[in-house]
Nanobody, 125 residues
């Protein structure tokens, strides 16, 4: 299993950024996959995920409406679309596979989760 994130960078507040996670070694339909982030001095938090059970997506209330996920099964790539970015969104964003995800409010890693190397997102004010 390999996950490779890309698309991070510097963006102004209010801007848009799209992150990509290229997956290999498994099929997206077979596992839940999602995005997490970690800012300096803060705990890791879930951002968004896609369930393998029904394809449903979930994002915490603080990000719902601004952050959405999509996937291209043919390319085995998932995307995180981030709108209306604020400086508090500055963090390293990680893609993770084989996580717990449900459209009803579940988003957390599992002991078997694999992680990408992360991509830095910096939002300037």
């Amino acid at each position: 299993v390999q996950l490779v994130e890309s698309g991070g960078g510097l963006v102004q507040a209010g801007g848009y950024l799209k992150l990509s996670c290229a997956a290999s070694g498994f099929k997206l339909e077979d596992y839940a996959i999602g995005w997490f982030r970690q800012a300096p001095g803060k705990e890791r938090e879930g951002v968004s995920c896609i369930s393998s059970a029904d394809g449903g997506t979930y994002s915490p209330d603080s990000m719902a409406g601004r952050f959405t996920m999509s996937k291209d099964s043919a390319k085995n790539v998932v995307y995180l679309h981030m709108n209306d970015l604020v400086p508090e969104d500055t963090a390293v964003y990680y893609c993770a596979h084989d996580i717990y995800c449900s459209r009803y409010g579940v988003l957390r890693p599992a002991g078997s989760s694999h992680w990408g190397q992360g991509t830095q997102v910096t939002v300037s004010s």
